[in-house]
């Protein structure tokens, strides 16, 4: 069955309720998915990016722009609590990418 790494992480690490159930991730192309921390291991070779959509209209707004935007939003503010919920860390976190 199909299972996001980051879903499955934050579950097990229970930030988020667990529905998981006996799922377990294997490595894959010899690689575990999951650090000895019980973390996203940052050398596994199978990553996307992630993105927040926000209305552009909204990114004024200090909640948004607090919590997505800028060099030091929330989102990224605490590298181990991003790591609870699956998520490596990124250099352009905070980036908005694009407006329309």
Known sequence: ?????????????????????????????????????????????HTRQAYVVVETARLGHSDISGAFVGPTPYLCGDPSVVALYGFGEVSDCGTVVATG
């Open 1 to 45: 069955m199909p299972f996001a790494l980051s879903g499955y992480l934050a579950q097990v690490n229970r930030v988020e309720p667990d529905t998981h159930g006996d799922a377990v991730l294997l490595p894959l192309d010899g690689m575990e998915p999951i650090s000895s921390a019980g973390t996203f291991n940052t050398r596994f070779p």
